[in-house]
T-cell receptor, first 114, second 117 residues
Framework: AQTVTQSQPEMSVQEAETVTLSCTYDTSESDYYLFWYKQPPSRQMILVIRQEAYKQQNATENRFSVNFQKAAKSFSLKISDSQLGDAAMYFCAYVETSGSRLTFGEGTQLTVNP | NAGVMQNPRHLVRRRGQEARLRCSPMKGHSHVYWYRQLPEEGLKFMVYLQKENIIDESGMPKERFSAEFPKEGPSILRIQQVVRGDSAAYFC???????????????FGSGTQLSVL
């Protein structure tokens, strides 16, 4: 069974600094998607960034980028120039390309200090 | 185009009562997924439905839980005889596609927080 592990229950960063959130996963599949979702106190699940496993190039969305290491099954999220609005719970998630069910990690609570 | 709508946003039930959670997918979306988030945990898959069909219910508890997605109207997650352990946030997500394309067009609702007294 696929598993997703986020080893950092909590992280903090100073405003305008850079922070990296870690995620590892376990799968025997070769074709899959990985995601980072943001969940602010409003509880809304907001897609931050998405990576297809067959793409070697790391995905980037403005201040958010990933370091995808397929052989190591690692998928970390880097947030540059952190803003107060980035404070939230961040979830890493996995899905097989042909599948329908996302597997989520336990989450990392990010605090941004002014 | 409104997003995925879930209601109620908060639902309080006493032990033994029934809870009915509703999810209206985005317009044109015929694939609906339900997830449960227990306190301090990540989301866990419950069930995947298409119109009038349950496709994958491998994450649903065997008893007291059921889901439907009728031809007309919202998808309903029903929990009978609720217990305190059912207290959680329940999320719905929808997509217009299945497979690879679904992973690029998946949208979540804001969830229903169920509290069982």
């Amino acid at each position: 069974a696929q598993t997703v592990t986020q080893s950092q229950p909590e992280m903090s960063v100073q405003e305008a600094e850079t922070v990296t959130l870690s995620c590892t996963y376990d799968t025997s599949e070769s074709d899959y998607y990985l995601f980072w979702y943001k969940q602010p106190p409003s509880r809304q699940m907001i897609l931050v960034i998405r990576q297809e496993a067959y793409k070697q190039q790391n995905a980037t969305e403005n201040r958010f980028s990933v370091n995808f290491q397929k052989a190591a099954k690692s998928f970390s999220l880097k947030i540059s120039d952190s803003q107060l609005g980035d404070a939230a719970m961040y979830f890493c998630a996995y899905v097989e390309t042909s599948g329908s069910r996302l597997t989520f990690g336990e989450g990392t609570q990010l605090t941004v200090n002014p | 185009n409104a997003g995925v709508m879930q209601n109620p946003r908060h639902l309080v039930r006493r032990r033994g009562q029934e809870a009915r959670l509703r999810c209206s997918p985005m317009k044109g979306h015929s694939h609906v997924y339900w997830y449960r988030q227990l306190p301090e945990e990540g989301l866990k898959f419950m069930v995947y439905l298409q119109k009038e069909n349950i496709i994958d219910e491998s994450g649903m508890p065997k008893e007291r839980f059921s889901a439907e997605f009728p031809k007309e109207g919202p998808s309903i997650l029903r929990i009978q005889q609720v217990v305190r352990g059912d207290s959680a946030a329940y999320f719905c997500a929808s997509s217009p596609f299945v497979g690879r394309q679904a992973n690029e067009k998946l949208f979540f609702g804001s969830g229903t927080q169920l509290s069982v007294l």
